[in-house]
């Protein structure tokens, strides 16, 4: 356990000295900002502005920082040779790839944490301006859940890019940091598609058999993505139960822990 902690920790610090992270994060936090004049344009239209482009930037951001750290977890200490060093101490090949995930989960914490209280920090300012609008001015919002929502939003966001990070982190002691990236995009982006691939698997649409055995295990085996998003209960101003967030944390835990099921086993047979 200390040794998946020692490595877990030496990846979060190290994590934070890579400039592209660093480039990334100002820059979500620019465009967090900037949702400040954003809200301007549409008159009656600035909360769902500002929640889509807020909560937005934070998925997207949060995305972009879970892959490319992600993906260079593992790759980055076999090229630099440093990976038979540390192995030839007493530390296993899981606990260093525990020990990996976490230090990785923990970067991508820290970054939606500061995106969070940027965007926080913003529609706490705006907020009066939205409550108890007038029917020509936009909908009228009591904002009575609106801020517990959107912790619970950011909340949810860390839990999808965890399970990002386990999907870069397999695919990378699988394939190049090129190619896992890539995978890994394209896996999220997909993932945010699955009730598409079950609407086109259901009887209902006409296709032939194989057409919907297909969408159907596609279905089945992606990561749904889209249940993290929240900003349509957030727009509605409805309450969240905590149920249904345990619920979607839940199939997050499942996911993860697969994940870095599947990455041990692989990893326990690659050559390094």
């Not at 101490?89 to 991508?108: D, E, N, S």
């Not at 909340?155 to 386990?166: D, I, K, S």
């Not at 822990?257 to 990455?263: A, C, D, K, P, Y």
Request: charged share 15%; with cysteine.
């Amino acid at each position: 356990m200390r040794a998946t902690w020692l490595v877990a920790k030496a990846t979060f610090h190290e994590a934070w000295r890579r400039r592209f992270l660093n480039v990334i994060l100002i820059f979500a936090i620019l465009i967090i900002g900037s949702s400040w004049s954003l809200a301007y344009l549409q008159p009656g239209a600035e909360l769902k502005m500002l929640i889509d482009v807020g909560l937005g930037a934070i998925r997207f951001f949060g995305m972009l920082i879970a892959v490319f750290i992600g993906v260079r977890l593992i790759t980055d200490e076999i090229e630099r040779r440093t990976i038979h060093t540390l192995l030839a101490k007493p530390i296993t090949r899981g606990q260093f790839l525990i020990g990996k995930f976490l230090g990785g989960c923990a970067t991508v914490f820290s970054n939606i944490a500061l995106m969070g209280i940027a965007f926080y920090i913003v529609f706490a300012l705006k907020a009066p301006q939205f409550r108890n609008l007038s029917p020509e001015e936009g909908p009228i919002y009591q904002m009575e859940f609106m801020y517990a929502n959107i912790a619970k939003a950011i909340g949810l966001a860390f839990l999808e890019m965890a399970v990002l990070v386990g999907i870069a982190v397999v695919a990378s002691t699988i394939l190049s940091w090129i190619m896992a990236a890539i995978f890994s995009f394209f896996l999220y982006f997909t993932g945010q598609m699955a009730d598409f691939f079950r609407e086109l698997g259901s009887p209902e649409r006409g296709g032939g058999a194989i057409s919907r055995i297909l969408f159907g295990i596609m279905y089945r085996i992606l990561p749904h993505f889209e249940i993290f998003d929240m900003r349509e209960s957030i727009l509605r101003d409805d309450y969240v139960p905590w149920d249904l967030l345990g619920k979607v944390a839940g199939q997050a835990i499942v996911y993860v822990v697969v994940l870095v099921l599947i990455g041990y086993l692989v990893f326990q047979r690659k050559e390094v």
